[in-house]
């Protein structure tokens, strides 16, 4: 018996009639000229801007229903908007209309002995889904970056943000209409529970490429369940490494940073590991800002004497401790004896998303780049400018921890394809 045999037939039907909807969209979209994709994006944008107060309105619904049903403090925060953050939306999508369109750029070409002219040129991938959780600043960035890279794009966000997602899907849509262009180019995949879910896992054929972004469950089911191709974006169980040779100053604006600055984000650094020469004068002063920051800390014995001596609170850390991405104020503190053993466990427990390393020793640090195998590596730098906004990309429809087609932040060229066009003057072959 199939996958789809066992899906809720509704559910199936749903899928069938957004993504050929959606599919009939994205040839429209293919089509259009950079100038009115950023057109459309700017109105978007305006859009957006205009119904600030039905977006918060909505949201409010969501984060009374998640403060209801228990919800952690770290995934209110992702699923808070408030003024600043539709504003901040609505400017991501003007930012998004400044870049450069990636469609029709040539990545490659040449003209053969025989006088074929060939070249690789970017096109749209057609249509793209999506899974999410409660980050509604995703069903905007997504949609944005889907149009101007001339793609359709069929949304499935969390139940924690259902009202928000609507209020803001309908404000995109109607400014969509409002340029003359298909509504459906931009759709949400509403109600039906899991079933709706697994109906656009498996609805090959109809959308061309699924891209998760939430928790590390959510993640893998939707790797390994899918029959869509699927580009798995990253689980980020952060390091950051201070090496014997590391600026202790740097070291400690960069661990805090990495930690505090938004730890419910996948870039938050989840671990620390100091060299054991510089763990007596470093550590002291790294727990006791991070304790006082109200970070929770698992320490191994070294560490733990250390927060002891600090006057810092911790407690012991588990061998589950290192693998967790806690996406909240807790951190692992490690010490480690040299470079390899901070190599080591960054192997044993990272997720291949964002490594760091602080040092002044170019040795070491080409060392670090080289071996870890992560689809960014930090040199005295927080983990926290792994995003698409930070690299100059615009807004990022996720970072992928995988090697396939796409790894890291993600943004316009990665959600198109290429072709190879062949222009000839009647040449065969012989």
């Known amino acids: 018996m199939s996958t789809t045999s066992m899906i809720d037939p509704a559910a199936v039907e749903q899928v069938r009639e957004l993504a050929t909807a959606a599919g009939t969209a994205s040839r429209r979209l293919a089509l259009l000229s950079r100038a009115d994709k950023d057109a459309a994006l700017r109105a978007m944008a305006d859009a957006l801007d205009a119904a600030t107060d039905d977006v918060i309105k909505a949201n409010a619904e969501d984060l009374q229903r998640g403060r209801d049903n228990g919800m952690a403090q770290g995934l209110l925060d992702r699923l808070t908007l408030d003024a600043g953050r539709v504003a901040g939306v609505a400017q991501a ?108 896992m498996t609805a090959r054929g109809l959308v061309d490429l699924l891209i998760p972004r939430g928790g590390a469950s959510l993640i893998q ?103 967790t991405e806690y996406l909240a104020l807790e951190m692992a503190v490690r010490v480690v004896d040299d470079l390899d053993e901070a190599l080591e466990h960054i192997r044993t427990y990272g997720s291949g998303h964002t490594e760091a390393i602080v040092t002044e020793d170019r040795a070491a640090a080409r060392r670090f780049t080289h071996e870890v195998d992560a689809a960014a590596v930090m040199v005295n730098a927080s983990t926290r400018f792994t995003d698409g906004g930070e690299f100059g990309f615009g807004a990022e429809i996720g970072i992928s921890t995988q090697k396939l087609h796409a790894r890291g932040p993600m943004g316009l060229p990665e959600l198109t394809t290429t072709k190879w066009v062949v222009e000839g003057d009647g040449q065969v072959r012989a």
Request: with cysteine.
């Open 93 to 200: 999508l003007r930012d998004i209309a400044a870049l450069p369109d990636p469609v029709g750029e040539v990545v490659r070409g040449s003209t053969l002995p025989n006088g074929l002219e060939i070249r690789q040129v970017r096109v749209p991938m057609g249509v793209v889904g999506m899974i999410y959780e409660a980050r509604p600043n995703v069903t905007v960035d997504a949609a944005g970056l889907a149009l101007k890279s001339g793609n359709a794009v069929v949304l499935r966000g969390g139940s924690a943000a259902a009202s928000t997602n609507r209020a803001l899907v309908a404000v995109l849509r109607k400014a969509l209409v409002a340029q003359g262009l298909p509504e459906d180019a931009i759709s949400l995949l509403d109600g039906g529970g899991h079933d709706a879910v697994r109906a656009l």
């Open 221 to 323: 089911t939707v790797v390994t369940e899918s029959t869509v191709p699927v580009i798995e974006t990253g689980v980020g169980n952060c390091h950051v490494y201070v090496d014997v040779a590391a600026d202790l100053d740097k070291a400690l604006a960069i661990a805090v940073n990495a930690k505090t600055h938004r730890p419910s984000v996948c870039n938050a650094a989840e671990s620390l590991l100091v060299h054991r020469a510089v763990a007596d004068d470093f550590l002291p002063k790294v727990l006791a800002e991070l304790g006082g920051a109200g970070v929770r800390l698992h320490t191994d014995e070294a560490s733990g004497a250390a927060a002891e001596q600090a006057g810092v609170a911790h407690e012991d850390a588990t061998d589950e401790d290192w693998g």
